[in-house]
Every structure is written in C-alpha cells, then in structure tokens.
C-alpha cells in the first residue's frame, strides 16, 4: 500500500483520537496469504471500540473470521485512510471481535484543513442535489439527489447506492444547486476527493463519496446543517 499520502501518528494521545473517531466509518481487516501479494479480504469492520480498563482495541466485524493467528493482521480505516499492522502474539479472536494492543505505528492522512466536520445521520433524510459535468460531448448527466453524511465549510461526505457507483469517479465535477431541496443563488463547484467502499455498518450496496467544494459553504445553510449534527470531527 503507497505510503506516500500518509503522515505517522507519533503520539498515543493522536493514535487514540484516530482509533475513536474512525469508529463511524468503518474500515477492513485483512491477512497476507502465501502467493498473494495483496492478501485475503477477511471482513468489514463495523465498530472500533477502546476499552481502557485493558488497554486494548477492540475491532467488531461483520462477520465471522477465520485466519492464521501466527500471521500479522492489516487494517484499513475509511476515516483518514488510516492504516496499521497487527503483529502475531498481540491480538486475539473471538466471533466476530479482533481485541489487540494499540498499535506503536499508524498512517493516516493529514488532517482537513477546512475546519471541523459535523456528523449528519443519513436517516435524518437531508440531501443535495448534484448535476454531473459532462466528460465527454457524448456523456448526457442528470441530476441526482444524495444523502448527506457530514458537511465542513468546504466539503461534503454523501452516501450512494450502488446502483449510482459508476456515476462517480475520483476527480470527476459537479455543480451543487440545492441543499435539502433548498435551491441555491448560485451552483457551487464540487469535486470528488475519495470513494470509499462499501462499510460494514451501511446498507448492503451503499457507497461513502467525498465531496470537495470551490467555494465555502453559505454561512446561514452551514449553520443550520451544524444544528443537525450529531456528532463533531476535528479532521
């Protein structure tokens, strides 16, 4: 996996920090295999948990696991593109729980430089409404209504089907013209940073996109989607 994007956490107070906020977004487990240098998809994660009475990182996936406990296990997290080892003779398996040590070494992206990002669940039912740029004369676009999952001054988090999955493409361009059926004065420019997959706790088939905007979000609608959050991230 290229390392390049990613900085090292350095600190315990920093790893934890990671390790909690990643719990709503999920992530994967998976373990090398002999000849396969990419490895065995093992399961998704559906819930980080830190139990500090034992000092120990609690991983709940979505299924049951079956693996070679004298191997290292790898992580990947959706929030940040956290990444990290787990070495044999530090983790254990019961069901569907991995409980390991907080990991020494941990990758991560940089954190956002747009501000904090507000939790919105998808159930509350507030959308935007996005209109592809076309990338070719040939490609015709529609407007595509969305569910938002957190919003920053600069950004959106949206969830898809997955049967809109092939409409979105890292880099691809979109002009914002509502928010929560709201039409705005002026379409916004959006570009998409990142496509995560599926995540254990989401609707089989459900898609994670994120969404970079041109221009800072109006204040008033900002304000009035941070109302609804449940939830406040500092990356």
Same mark, same amino acid.
């Given at each position: 996996?290229?390392?390049?994007?990613?900085?090292?956490?350095?600190? @315990?107070?920093?790893?934890?920090?990671?390790?909690?906020?990643?719990? *709503?977004?999920?992530?994967?487990? %998976? =373990?090398?295999?002999?000849?396969?240098?990419?490895?065995?998809?093992?399961? &998704?994660? !559906? $819930?980080?948990?830190?139990?500090?009475?034992? +000092?120990?990182?609690?991983?709940?996936?979505?299924? %049951?696991?079956? @693996?070679?406990?004298?191997?290292? @296990?790898?992580?990947?997290?959706?929030?940040?593109?956290?990444?990290?080892?787990?070495?044999?003779?530090? *983790?254990?398996?019961?069901?569907? $729980?991995?409980? &390991?040590?907080?990991?020494? $070494?941990?990758?991560?992206?940089?954190?956002?430089?747009?501000?904090?990002?507000?939790?919105?669940? #998808? =159930?509350?039912?507030?959308?935007?409404?996005?209109?592809?740029? /076309?990338?070719?004369?040939? /490609?015709?676009?529609?407007?595509?209504?969305?569910?938002?999952?957190?919003?920053?001054?600069?950004?959106?988090?949206?969830?898809?089907?997955?049967?809109?999955?092939?409409?979105? !493409? /890292?880099?691809?361009?979109? %002009?914002?013209?509502?928010?929560?059926? +709201?039409?705005?004065?002026?379409?916004?420019?959006?570009?998409?940073? *990142?496509? &995560?997959?599926?995540?254990?706790? =989401?609707?089989?088939?459900?898609?994670?996109?994120?969404?970079?905007?041109?221009? #800072?979000?109006? =204040?008033?609608?900002? /304000?009035? @989607?941070?109302?609804?959050?449940?939830?406040?991230?500092?990356?």
């Amino acid at each position: 996996m290229d390392l390049s994007r990613l900085k090292e956490l350095n600190t @315990l107070e920093e790893i934890l920090s990671t390790i909690n906020k990643a719990s *709503y977004y999920g992530g994967d487990v %998976w =373990q090398a295999q002999d000849g396969q240098e990419k490895g065995k998809h093992l399961s &998704c994660i !559906k $819930e980080i948990l830190y139990d500090e009475a034992n +000092q120990k990182v609690i991983l709940k996936l979505s299924s %049951w696991i079956s @693996l070679n406990i004298q191997a290292p @296990l790898y992580v990947k997290l959706n929030y940040r593109r956290t990444i990290f080892k787990i070495l044999p003779g530090s *983790y254990s398996v019961l069901g569907n $729980e991995v409980f &390991c040590n907080v990991p020494e $070494e941990i990758h991560a992206l940089e954190t956002r430089k747009g501000g904090d990002r507000y939790v919105i669940t #998808p =159930q509350s039912g507030i959308s935007l409404s996005l209109k592809k740029i /076309e990338r070719n004369l040939r /490609e015709l676009t529609h407007e595509l209504e969305v569910r938002i999952v957190d919003v920053s001054r600069k950004g959106f988090g949206i969830i898809i089907s997955g049967q809109n999955r092939d409409y979105f !493409k /890292e880099n691809d361009s979109f %002009w914002l013209r509502a928010v929560n059926h +709201q039409p705005l004065r002026t379409p916004i420019l959006g570009t998409v940073s *990142y496509i &995560c997959p599926q995540k254990g706790n =989401q609707k089989k088939g459900e898609v994670r996109i994120g969404l970079n905007l041109s221009i #800072p979000l109006d =204040q008033n609608i900002f /304000e009035e @989607l941070k109302k609804k959050s449940l939830l406040t991230l500092t990356a």
